[in-house]
């Protein structure tokens, strides 16, 4: 793909041209906020917390270095759909690479999209995604990604396309004003707590409590008094009950299910996908329990 990198587009000001992974790309993500971290900020990274980004632009953690097949697995194919795969879809698409971006007025807001195209006379966003699992619908993640890119570079339309369980997906996203301004507003707290050095609330993720683990290693031959946090046994004496509650429903709706891969419930008419099982490398299957969406 030809390169697409103006030096202001739509008033954003174009920071450079920097390849993943390189230290430069590394110090423009630094000193800013991107599209894939605006999910975190939101709350709608399930692997990544706000507590932990705020650790890591304020130096407090190193960067993590991301050693997993399907991210390689990703990083390998993002060439494959922006090229030939797109191409075969859209053939009447020229698709450009271009470089990240910053915000005509507000300099911590930062894009650098997979990619760009003109649709009907007008720029629009491309996003490449991959996953071995189907969607039922698209990673709330991933439209405030886009949205994200939309906001900084000044585009009305963007689409995520990209291989999902060995099936092309192709998702349009219309510019949200609403939403770009929760964004903002979002943004700017998080980056104002940066420069403070005040990190954001405490959160029940796994990535907060990593985080913290982290940033305390040591251990000394001491004590200190958690006042106000004297319910921290009942919450895991809660937790215990909770998970042996939730083993024991897991191993009957195995049971029940016997060689099916998923299992449903009726609701209000309607046939609701709660459970589904898996297997790795040929392992005994395991159960994937779909969160509830009945309130």
């Not at 953690?61 to 390689?72: E, G, T, W, Y």
Request: no cysteine; aromatic share 10%.
């Amino acid at each position: 793909m030809e390169l697409h990198a103006p030096a202001t587009f739509n008033g954003a000001k174009l920071l450079g041209v920097f390849d993943n992974g390189t230290s430069e790309w590394h110090e423009a993500r630094a000193d800013g906020i991107g599209g894939s971290e605006i999910g975190t900020i939101l709350g709608l990274n399930r692997w990544e917390s706000a507590f932990y980004l705020h650790h890591l632009k304020t130096g407090n953690l190193p960067q993590k270095v991301i050693d997993s097949f399907p991210a390689d697995l990703g990083n390998i194919l993002e060439p494959v759909i922006m090229g030939p795969l797109l191409k075969r879809q859209h053939p009447e698409w020229e698709v450009f690479t271009t470089g990240t971006y910053q915000h005509p007025t507000i300099p911590y807001l930062h894009a650098n999209p997979d990619g760009l195209t003109q649709v009907d006379g007008e720029w629009v966003i491309v996003e490449a995604k991959t996953s071995r699992n189907y969607w039922d619908e698209v990673p709330p993640s991933y439209l405030a990604q886009v949205q994200f890119y939309m906001m900084v570079m000044g585009v009305k339309r963007a689409v995520i396309v990209g291989l999902i369980a060995m099936d092309w997906v192709e998702y349009w996203v219309e510019a949200d004003e609403f939403e770009q301004d929760v964004m903002k507003q979002a943004a700017e707290r998080f980056w104002l707590g940066v420069k403070n050095d005040t990190a954001p609330a405490w959160d029940g993720s796994e990535s907060t409590y990593e985080a913290v683990r982290e940033l305390h290693p040591d251990i000394d031959d001491t004590e200190v008094e958690i006042d106000g946090l004297h319910y921290l046994p009942a919450a895991q004496a809660a937790f215990d009950k909770a998970e042996s509650e939730l083993k024991q429903m897991k191993s009957e709706v195995l049971s029940s299910m016997g060689k099916a891969k998923h299992a449903y419930i009726e609701h209000d008419g309607a046939t609701i996908r709660v459970a589904s099982r898996q297997s790795r490398g040929g392992g005994k299957p395991f159960l994937i329990v779909k969160k509830s969406k009945l309130e």
